[in-house]
């Protein structure tokens, strides 16, 4: 059974730190999806990362993928406020068949 | 250029009874998929529509159904509803099926409560 995890869960970090979000999911895969939600909004597309070793990065966010480790990470640099939200990464297992993750829930703190 | 709509954004049905959910996906996409998520979870996938046709399934049980009409809109039916339906009901709409790198858009959402 495919499982796509996303680790931490919850994450509180404080203005100006840097912190990683992991996402690693058990199928070959090389497209793979970081969406940002927030609370009662739907799935914000970040980053689409289509082949190993793809980086993106976009403001304080950035995105990175091994598909050899099926592993893609979204590190946050000097974290703001206004990154508080759920991240949720997501692989696309087929034609647009996407599993997504647990979600991280992050809350930047003053 | 409109983005994805649902409709409708909010309602509540009675355990047992069905409910119709719609989507229409942003200009010029022509596949829509639909996933449930429920308070605190990530989407799952129930199933895509392209072509008029349901091409993949998720996990989900024959009371979800679906349709996609010749202008690729689509519908979710859910039939004898549980206190477990209970979610936000996404559609996403994206170009073609198989094609990679194409952006993959969400609209706002149904919320469907049970009681």
């Known amino acids: 059974e495919l499982k796509v995890e996303q680790n931490p869960l919850f994450l509180s970090m404080q203005e100006g730190k840097n912190y990683t979000i992991y996402c690693n999911y058990s199928?070959?895969?090389?497209?793979l999806y970081w969406y940002r939600q927030d609370p009662g909004k739907s799935l914000e597309s970040l980053f689409v990362?289509?082949?190993?070793?793809a980086v993106k990065q976009e403001g304080r966010l950035m995105a990175s993928l091994d598909t050899k480790a099926r592993l893609s990470t979204l590190h946050i640099t000097a974290a703001v406020h206004d990154l508080s939200a759920t991240y949720f990464c997501a692989v696309d297992i087929r034609n647009n068949d996407m599993r997504f993750g647990a979600g991280t829930r992050l809350t930047v703190k003053p | 250029d409109a983005g994805v709509t649902q409709s409708p954004t909010h309602l509540i049905k009675t355990r047992g009874q069905q409910v119709t959910l719609r989507c229409s996906p942003k200009s010029g996409h022509d596949t829509v998929s639909w996933y449930q998520q429920a308070l605190g979870q990530g989407p799952q996938f129930i199933f895509q529509y392209y072509e008029e046709e349901e091409r993949q399934r998720g996990n989900f049980p024959d009371r979800f159904s679906g349709h996609q009409f010749p202008n690729y809109s689509s519908e979710l039916n859910v039939n004898a509803l549980l206190l477990g339906d209970s979610a936000l009901y996404l559609c996403?709409?994206?170009?073609?099926?198989?094609?990679?790198?194409?952006?993959?858009?969400f609209g706002e959402g149904s919320w469907l409560t049970v009681v």
């Open positions: 199928t070959t895969s090389d497209r």
């Open positions: 990362l289509l082949s190993n070793g």
């Open positions: 996403a709409s994206s170009f073609r099926t198989g094609i990679s790198g194409n952006t993959i858009y």
